[in-house]
């Protein structure tokens, strides 16, 4: 079969957002877990009941962010060049965040003096938080455009600093990351605990759940009623050779919204990512976690492809020249790029979801303090 270039653009833009909400699902919960590690783990076997739920899956689950950022390298490239260059110091700070995981989870058990393991809990919290934070900050920024602009030769330059991304908007953007991804942590930690761990992650199910649920709208109400979005007035045909320059855009009040009213199944992301936390916090409250969990996984596809669905076609807006935004049709790689990497995915990515689906199936069940102390020794 031999899929047309602009189906093969299109087919992309969908793998990188499945990438993206598999990253969120799976090492999102882990975050959660990290976020929530402080809070709720009064002593040393219930942290390290906590850190045993996400343990022996952490690594795995962080591969879909490695994966996703692969994706973008070699789909999008001039989106990776732009972005990774503009929002380098912010990128860095999660890059340096993400180090203490691996760290906390190989040597926070090697010694069993308490000021040892508190500073490696603090490793855990922060390389979870600023992340999910610092996720949900970029998409609020990625929302009212970057301050970058394109030179004939196509060569990106960033006019901003980092202290101008935390912006209010987008720090309200990276409260909804922050509050979906605990929220995923606790229903998780419901799921695989018992006693005080799990009536404690039910009560963190619903803080979370509620404040999930007001941001996001929050967040809606003012994209709708304080930023313009990016609108395309000219462009060329989306199988033509990629141009960037080639485009005129438009920043215009309402604009993010033109996709929902052009096809309003669309707005399905918007509601499910409303619903999804309603239904787990009702779920966890009538003590059915694994439902709970199945709700905030929809709620995080939702939510994510809420952002997609409304920034479509663009990628990365630019707010100081709009006409070098870059867009799904005009930022991506060959059409044989696209198409060697489409066969790829579609060969490994069921192996890589069978296994990983083999793998929590052999380490299912409840975490227990009697398990850490007579089973467990690495974490």
């Known amino acids: 079969m031999i899929l047309d270039y602009e189906t093969l653009k299109l087919i992309w833009w969908l793998f990188v957002g499945v990438l ?50 692969g994706a973008l ?14 929002l380098y110091f912010a990128m860095l700070l999660v890059l340096f965040a993400l180090f ?29 938080a600023v992340p999910a934070l610092v996720f949900g900050v970029a998409f609020g920024n990625l929302l009212q455009g970057v301050p970058f602009h394109l ?11 980092f202290w101008t991304l935390l912006n209010p908007f987008a720090l309200l953007a990276g409260l909804v ?63 033509a050779i990629p141009n960037p320059l080639g485009k005129t855009v438009a920043i215009v009040a309402g604009a993010w919204f033109d996709n929902y009213k052009a096809l309003p199944w669309t707005l399905a992301f918007p509601l499910l990512g409303i619903v999804g936390p309603v239904l787990a916090i009702l779920f966890s409250k009538g003590n059915r976690p694994g439902l709970g969990f199945a709700a905030s996984a929809f709620g995080i596809l939702g939510i994510v492809f809420t952002a997609a669905v409304s920034m479509f076609p663009f990628i990365l807006p630019s707010s100081t020249n709009p006409g070098s935004s ?21 060969i490994l990515l069921p192996i890589v979801i069978a296994y990983t689906s083999w793998n929590y199936y052999k380490m299912w069940g409840k975490v227990t303090t009697k398990d850490v102390q007579e089973r467990f020794s690495a974490y």
């Open 20 to 69: 993206l909400v598999g990253f969120a699902i799976t090492d999102g919960m882990d975050m959660g877990v990290g976020n929530l590690l402080l809070l709720m783990g009064r002593s040393d076997d219930e942290r390290r009941v906590m850190i045993n739920t996400v343990g022996p899956h952490w690594d795995g689950n962080q591969v879909w962010l490695v994966t996703a950022g």
């Open 177 to 239: 990351s922050f509050a979906m991804l605990t929220l995923h942590g606790a229903i998780w930690l419901q799921m695989r605990t018992e006693g005080v761990l799990a009536q404690r992650a039910r009560s963190w199910v619903r803080v979370m759940g509620l404040v999930t649920l007001v941001s996001f709208i929050a967040a809606g109400i003012w994209l709708a009623l304080g930023h313009e979005g990016f609108r395309i007035l000219k462009a060329p045909p989306p199988d």
């Open 326 to 346: 870059l867009t799904v049709w005009d930022a991506v790689s060959s059409q044989r790029t696209l198409t060697v990497m489409f066969w790829a995915v579609v």
């Open 73 to 86: 390298f070699a789909a999008w490239p001039a989106v990776y060049a732009a972005a990774f260059s503009g």
């Open 100 to 128: 203490f995981r691996p760290l906390a989870f190989d040597y926070r058990s090697k010694f069993t003096d308490p000021r040892w393991r508190r500073m490696w809990d603090w490793g855990l919290f922060i390389g979870s």
């Open 151 to 161: 030179d004939e030769f196509l060569r990106p330059y960033y006019t901003g600093s």
